[in-house]
């Protein structure tokens, strides 16, 4: 039961395919701090393999064939790939599915006020976190703002390095007796969490002269006036690239590698399979961090008609046959696990942890308090995956999130499982999840990458 460290198996052929997807994976996750940003990214490379738009086929009423690539986006926050395969749709698909969006704070719609001579942004925290961990870190602001006439403008400040950033401060520790008393949970609360911008007044004004410069500023540089944070959709996000961590350059540290390491590596793998026998899918959702819920999410039935759509361009649409289809088909649930953290062992149990350099793993369930939430993978079905695994020599580990009564976790494996599908979470192991920046292995990402790839190809 023994799991090696991947590391000691490498040759040279090894170490620079790893390190070219590693390099190729931080350039992803620096310019990819948003589900939009991200999405973008995905179509530039869809489109470099070979992939076409398939609202485009829609429209065009154009028919589809074995072999044929195509991607859709919806909403510009989640998209979806198929490879079409040899064997019919019908006998069901070989999907990932991740999602790309990471706890941050949000901007409120009216988030703009002035007090004391400071001008600051309300936000509201979106996902899980540790508020504490907010404060006083370089931020940037990410997003779009779009205007009554529909035009849209893209936000990103505080990236380059002649740019500057904002953030949230916090109370000195000369002052904070009090403070330090309350629990950790509440020793910065949502409401405290506005992000400092600006302390410049504007000359000639009285009232509110430093929120009017902002404004200014706003409007010269942005084209953005007070009333178009009505329509906005603005993230405050850590700034700064993703690194190499660790002095042997072994791990990378960023923002937001829960959940598009997966993400990543889902996208790399489908890009790189040829020729499939069964249609390979991948899916990059939005909101899984706040319940998979709204338009984006999985929990929207864009998967299900995208699905019906393709089907219909193969010719083979009909009510029985879609649903064959999902019932048909293998899915890996593209999710991150914890790793196991040596300065705090008391929250996992030791024989059912994810360790780092161990490759990638699987987990059965997640859920919490008995399993609650969770998708219970079917043994049958891990031991596909396993032979899979061990035939393309791929390092695979398996593990549960922390001690029975620690916690626990969700991802989107239980949605598409309701459609009758073998699904199981499948992933990286991460250090210090929900942080403003988290930490992964460089081995564990290429064997991940590696284990998608070899899923696509021979699971059946």
């Known amino acids: 039961m023994k799991r090696n460290n991947a590391w000691i198996d490498y040759d040279g052929k090894d170490l620079t395919q790893l390190t070219a997807l590693a390099e190729d994976y931080k350039d992803f996750l620096s310019n990819g701090k948003t589900e939009r940003e991200c999405v973008r990214q995905s179509v530039e490379l869809a489109k470099k393999a070979g992939y076409v738009d398939l609202d485009e086929q829609i429209r065009n009423?154009?028919?589809?064939?074995?072999?044929?690539?195509?991607?859709?986006?919806?909403?510009?926050?989640?998209?979806?790939?198929?490879?079409?395969?040899?064997?019919?749709?019908?006998?069901?698909?070989?999907?990932?599915?991740?999602?790309i969006d990471s706890p941050r704070l949000d901007l409120k719609q009216n988030p703009l006020y002035e007090d004391?001579?400071?001008?600051?942004?309300?936000?509201?925290?979106?996902?899980?976190?540790?508020?504490?961990?907010?404060?006083?870190?370089?931020?940037?602001?990410?997003?779009?703002?779009?205007?009554?006439?529909?035009?849209?403008?893209?936000?990103?400040?505080?990236?380059?390095?002649?740019?500057?950033?904002?953030?949230?401060?916090?109370?000195?520790?000369?002052?904070?007796?009090?403070?330090?008393?309350?629990?950790?949970?509440?020793?910065?609360?949502?409401?405290?969490?506005?992000v400092l911008i600006g302390s410049r007044p504007l000359k000639g004004e009285e009232k509110d002269a430093v929120k009017k410069q902002m404004l200014e500023i706003l409007k010269e540089e942005y084209n953005v006036e007070e009333e178009d944070f009505l329509s906005a959709e603005i993230e405050v996000v850590p700034a700064g690239k993703a690194r190499d961590f660790g002095l042997d350059r072994s791990m990378i540290m960023s923002y937001g590698q829960d959940d598009r390491v997966c993400a990543y590596t889902s996208l790399a793998a489908m890009l790189n399979v040829e020729d499939p026998e069964r249609t390979a899918c991948c899916i990059l959702v939005d909101k899984e961090e706040i319940g998979s819920v709204g338009a984006t999410g999985m929990q929207s039935k864009f998967f299900e008609n995208t699905t019906a759509e393709v089907l219909a361009l193969l010719g083979d649409y009909?009510?029985?046959?879609?649903?064959?289809?999902?019932?048909?088909?293998?899915?890996?649930?593209?999710?991150?696990?914890?790793?196991?953290?040596?300065?705090y062992p008391s929250v996992m149990e030791k024989k059912n942890a994810a360790y780092f350099g161990k490759g990638l793993v699987l987990n059965k369930y997640t859920g919490a308090r008995g399993k609650s939430g969770s998708n219970d993978a079917n043994p049958e079905f891990i031991a596909k995956l396993r032979k899979i695994f061990d035939d393309e020599n791929v390092a695979f580990q398996t593990a549960e999130l922390g001690k029975v009564d620690q916690g626990g976790g969700g991802t989107i494996a239980y949605i598409p499982a309701a459609y009758g599908m073998n699904v199981i979470d499948c992933g990286v192991a991460v250090l210090s999840m929900h942080a403003p920046w988290e930490i992964t292995s460089k081995s564990d990402i290429y064997e991940v990458e590696k284990g998608y790839e070899a899923f696509l190809k021979h699971c059946r």
């Open 318 to 343: 009909n009510d029985l046959v879609l649903r064959r289809t999902l019932q048909n088909s293998y899915m890996l649930s593209s999710d991150v696990s914890a790793a196991f953290d040596p300065n």
């Open 61 to 99: 009423s154009a028919a589809l064939h074995p072999g044929d690539k195509v991607y859709r986006v919806w909403m510009e926050k989640a998209i979806l790939l198929y490879h079409i395969g040899k064997e019919p749709l019908e006998s069901g698909m070989n999907i990932l599915g991740a999602h």
């Open 116 to 194: 004391t001579e400071m001008v600051l942004l309300d936000t509201h925290y979106y996902g899980g976190v540790k508020k504490y961990q907010w404060v006083t870190l370089p931020m940037a602001l990410h997003g779009v703002v779009v205007k009554k006439d529909g035009t849209k403008i893209d936000i990103n400040i505080g990236e380059k390095e002649d740019e500057p950033v904002v953030g949230v401060t916090d109370l000195l520790i000369h002052l904070s007796g009090k403070q330090l008393e309350k629990k950790a949970s509440v020793v910065v609360e949502g409401e405290d969490l506005n």
